[in-house]
């Protein structure tokens, strides 16, 4: 069965970091593109970042640019999130996705995570 886990989301204050973790079973991930998304409350889920399945192309949100870096680690089946300098506006449910095309768009990936709570406050 295909599956992805998210795991590394918590409450951290701003200007605080967390790294969010996108581990993989089922298939292994070094096929797929891997994308990152969030969902705050009342909001659309909006991309956040993604990897080609080489690790050699990425792309980021204009919102997190700077702030946040996605990486993947192939032999560990894993991808991952780092997020540096957090503000209150990053807090959301933080979904991985498995995809074919590096795109920021969600309808383009085909298999989804549950999520991980990220909440920024003091």
């Known amino acids: 069965q295909l599956q992805l886990v998210e795991s590394g989301g918590g409450l951290v204050q701003p200007g605080g970091s967390l790294r969010l973790s996108c581990a993989a079973s089922?298939?292994?991930?070094?096929?797929?593109?891997i994308g990152w998304f969030r969902q705050a409350p009342g909001k659309e889920r909006e991309g956040v970042s993604w990897?080609?399945?080489?690790?050699?192309?990425?792309g980021y949100a204009d919102s997190v640019k700077g702030r946040f870096t996605i990486a993947r680690d192939n032999a560990k089946n894993t991808v991952y999130l780092q997020m540096n300098s957090l503000k209150p506006e990053d807090t959301a449910i933080y979904y991985c996705?498995?995809?074919?095309?590096?795109?920021?768009?969600?309808?383009?990936?085909?298999?989804w995570g549950q999520g991980t709570q990220v909440t920024v406050s003091s």
């Open positions: 990897i080609r399945s080489s690790g050699g192309s990425t």
């Open positions: 089922g298939f292994t991930l070094d096929s797929y593109v």
């Open positions: 996705a498995a995809g074919t095309i590096g795109s920021l768009l969600k309808n383009l990936y085909r298999y």
